[in-house]
Structure formats: C-alpha cells, structure tokens
C-alpha cells in the first residue's frame, strides 16, 4: 500500500507541476487514493471554455489495474453516459498500461471530447445526433458546456445565463419542429421526448412523415 501511495502522491504533484496543462487534483474526503481531476474543454471544439470535472478512484491493485474513472459534469458526446458519466476510453479499459498516469489519463480524457468515436457509443442519442447533423450536434454540446460547465462564453449574448434554460437546445431539436407539434395539442415534454428518440434532426426531418411523429405521440 505504502509503494501505492508513493506512486499516486508523484502523480498528483505531477499534475500540479505541470502549469501549461491547467489540470487541477483535489483529493476528495481526504483519502489519497480518490480524487478529483479538472480540466478545461479543447480549443475549438464546442468544449471550449468549459471546465469539466471527473472522479477518479485508484483500486487496490494499481498500477497493474487503471483508474476508475467518470466525468462529474454533465456532457453531450457519445462516448459519455449522460446518466452516469461513465466513459469510454481505450486506456481505461483494454489499452491500460502501468506506464500511463494520471495526468496521461487527462490529457486523453481531453483529447477525446475532440473526437468522438461510432464505435464506443454510451450516448446513442448523442451519437445518432452527431451522424445526422454534426453542425446540430455541436450545438446541443456547446450549449451542455454553457448550462453544465460553466463555459458561459461558448454560447454568446443570445443565450444569457439569467435567461433559463432553453429545453429546445437542451435536446439538441429545433424550437420550430416542436412547437408544430405541441400546436396539435401535445404536451411539449412528450413532444421533445419524442423528436430526441426519433432523431428528429437535420436530413433526417424530412425522412419522418407527421404521420409517423403523430402516432409517437399518440401512444
């Protein structure tokens, strides 16, 4: 345990040492061996100027078994869980190495909000959203790093903090496609419920008769 403790202490300071990274480590209930990773969205990319956060658990065995790792913020992409924050990431799973560290580990987690792969989907949603409209996609991600990042600046004046949340954006859906069909009488909940299960999006609008979308809401 003591050889453990050494080797997470070195991955700490590590992190901290490294200033042009901008990562911060806390340690969370005081126990060395659970912590608690911040690091900022990439540039150009709609995470940019989001601060995220992950929790990190070191298990009994490190450095021979990875990190348990999963995001704290809420994010839209799909290679994340939406619900648990759970993550799909080669390095924490198959592709460990005792070599890697924390601040490897960071710098992937990183890396891959830039680069979201259809292969390791946890938010088939997000990712269903991402090869129908990409444009769409960035937009619903941009506007989860402004409600759940704190990256107010991603969205612009448009969308002030103080103005609420808009539950269009949230769903990555466009506001004219649900207010049609709340103007049937819907309950706008259910409609947007069912516009984000159908995909409703981009090239994929005009794919799906009313008839179909009725029949959703009907049931």
């Not at 403790?5 to 042009?20: F, H």
């Not at 981009?202 to 009725?214: F, K, L, M, R």
Request: hydrophobic share 35%.
């Amino acid at each position: 345990m003591d050889r453990i403790l050494r080797r997470v202490n070195m991955e700490i300071i590590d992190c901290k040492e490294d200033e042009a990274s901008n990562f911060r480590v806390e340690l969370v209930d005081s126990s060395p061996f659970h912590l608690k990773g911040t690091f900022l969205g990439p540039e150009g990319t709609p995470y940019e100027n989001g601060t995220f956060e992950v929790d990190v658990v070191y298990p009994e065995f490190y450095p021979w078994y990875p990190m348990q790792v999963k995001f704290i913020t809420k994010v839209y992409h799909p290679n994340i869980s939406p619900v648990s924050g759970a993550i799909c990431l080669n390095i924490l799973q198959h592709d460990w190495s005792p070599a890697l560290t924390l601040k490897t580990v960071l710098i992937s987690l990183q890396a891959s909000l830039s680069s979201p792969e259809s292969s390791d989907s946890l938010d088939t949603e997000a990712m269903y959203h991402y090869k129908a409209d990409k444009h769409s996609f960035e937009e619903t991600a941009r506007y989860w790093t402004w409600l759940y990042a704190r990256g107010s600046e991603c969205i612009g004046a448009n969308n002030p903090i103080g103005s609420g949340v808009d539950d269009a954006a949230l769903a990555g859906l466009e506001r004219i496609h649900i207010d049609r069909f709340e103007a049937f009488g819907f309950q706008r909940s259910k409609v947007i419920d069912i516009l984000r299960k159908m995909n409703y999006r981009g090239s994929n609008v005009a794919n799906i008769p009313d008839e179909v979308v009725i029949e959703g809401l009907l049931e």
